[in-house]
């Protein structure tokens, strides 16, 4: 696995100490040199300035919005569109999303999906999926 694709909207917009701890593991993935992005099915535009401030701070390399690229999970063409921006294969990717139909769709497409109800389940799999260690 080479790359942590995160949703935003039921998982990086959470209570302020779950957006801390995902701050910190993002930036372990990327001092790893880990791929990072958040794929959400968001429709753009200045509403979306909450989104991009991901990026903006460091915390991710890529911000992919439905609404500005044409394509939405869990179609095979965001997933797509996701690696491209990655320059990666879509094998991979890891994608981690509150939405069971998101999950199918990514692993349908190749990606291995994480299913999150909660940060401190996440974690650990994500930890194990990518061999990160630390307390996040």
């Not at 701890?21 to 990327?30: E, N, S, V």
Request: contains cysteine; charged residues 30%; proline residues 2%.
């Amino acid at each position: 696995m080479r790359a942590l694709i995160v949703d935003y909207c039921g998982v990086l917009d959470g209570a302020e100490e779950d957006r801390r701890r995902w701050r910190k593991l993002l930036t372990a993935a990327r001092t790893e040199g880990l791929g990072t992005a958040i794929l959400s099915n968001d429709p753009g535009g200045d509403a979306a300035a909450p989104i991009r401030q991901w990026q903006e701070a460091g915390y991710v390399d890529h911000v992919i919005l439905s609404g500005e690229v044409g394509a939405e999970k869990p179609s095979e063409e965001i997933f797509t569109i996701t690696a491209d921006r990655l320059e990666l294969n879509r094998k991979d990717l890891v994608l981690v999303d509150d939405n069971i139909v998101n999950i199918r769709g990514a692993v349908e497409a190749g990606l291995v999906g994480v299913y999150y109800q909660q940060f401190d389940r996440a974690v650990v799999e994500i930890q194990g999926l990518f061999g990160l260690e630390g307390e996040f």
